[in-house]
T-cell receptor, first 118, second 115 residues
Framework: GAVVSQHPSRVICKSGTSVKIECRSL??????MFWYRQFPKKSLMLMAT?????????EQGVEKDKFLINHASLTLSTLTVTSAHPEDSSFYIC??????????????FGPGTRLTVT | AQSVTQLDSHVSVSEGTPVLLRCNYS??????LFWYVQHPNKGLQLLLK??????LVKGINGFEAEFKKSETSFHLTKPSAHMSDAAEYFC?????????????FGQGTTLQVKP
């Protein structure tokens, strides 16, 4: 149980284009999903918190107009990198927290999406 | 404020010898603590979690961690390393931001297991 998928696993795009990454909770409902960014040999940095049916909450320093997040259902959140540039190349990871009352703060992580902007 | 520090960026052990990955935390209240493992090109997998129950927490694959409040530590151990344990390990603390529980990741420790 508690499986989170991401699609695509890898994507290469040209500078200036937009890329959408999907995050799905496959066997549970997730009111809250999170988007992280991981640089090579570095830790995970929380970018934003995505709540179903409401606007995402972005961490300080993260451009909300560049990283558009939509959480349209209890099992799907999307991250769109708009007007991508080479410096946006990174490993993007999503996580989901179960909507169950006793679920606590544990998050289930997706396998990540490797974005390369050329 | 919450924070977590992994004291070693890289640990190398021989197969069959014990593993110790060190983690210290800072929290203004009783924290929830986690250890996650990340294998190359794979997603993060939860090894174990501490949520104010037993201070010695047993996880998957023979790993365990002990919560020591007096030392603000949550070190990860395994009696005997296996080659498949080679991976990146993250110590993580949770904190509350409004009504949302968020996670702070340590810097990560790369575990190398030599034959």
């Amino acid at each position: 149980g508690a499986v989170v998928s991401q699609h695509p696993s890898r994507v290469i795009c040209k500078s200036g284009t937009s890329v959408k990454i999907e995050c799905r909770s496959l066997d549970f409902q997730a009111t809250t999903m999170f988007w992280y960014r991981q640089f090579p040999k570095k830790s995970l940095m929380l970018m934003a918190t995505s709540n179903e049916g409401s606007k995402a909450t972005y961490e300080q320093g993260v451009e909300k107009d560049k990283f558009l997040i939509n959480h349209a259902s209890l099992t799907l959140s999307t991250l769109t990198v708009t007007s991508a540039h080479p410096e946006d190349s990174s490993f993007y990871i999503c996580s989901a927290r179960s909507s169950r009352v006793l679920a606590g703060d544990e998050q289930y992580f997706g396998p990540g999406t490797r974005l390369t902007v050329t | 404020a919450q924070s977590v520090t992994q004291l070693d960026s890289h640990v190398s052990v021989s197969e069959g010898t014990p593993v110790l990955l060190r983690c210290n935390y800072s929290s203004s209240y009783s924290p929830s603590l986690f250890w996650y493992v990340q294998h190359p090109n794979k997603g993060l997998q939860l090894l174990l979690k501490y949520t104010s129950a037993a201070t010695l927490v047993k996880g998957i694959n023979g790993f365990e961690a002990e919560f020591k409040k007096s030392e603000t530590s949550f070190h990860l151990t395994k009696p005997s390393a296996h080659m498949s344990d080679a991976a990146e390990y993250f110590c993580v603390v949770s904190y509350r931001s409004g009504n949302t529980g968020k996670l702070i990741f340590g810097q990560g420790t790369t575990l190398q297991v030599k034959p």
